[in-house]
């Protein structure tokens, strides 16, 4: 959802949000970087991405 200008190389530097790499395995462990770092207990996404991030959300499951 950012702006179509939007350099994804900047965002993934800068460590945004906004950035989840596209390996399901490196996405989770982004995932529980952030709950550890930042304390996050949720995401939420739009249904936009829900197919690309269904391998994310298997890993996931029950931890």
């Not at 989770?28 to 690309?52: K, L, P, Q, T």
């Amino acid at each position: 959802m950012d702006a179509p200008d939007t350099d994804p190389a900047a965002v993934r530097d800068a460590d945004a949000l906004a950035f989840l790499p596209s390996d399901p395995v490196a996405a989770a462990a982004e995932i529980h970087r952030r709950r550890e770092d930042i304390g996050y207990s949720y995401f939420v996404f739009g249904a936009d991405v829900a197919d690309g991030l269904a391998p994310v959300v298997a890993e996931l499951a029950g931890q």
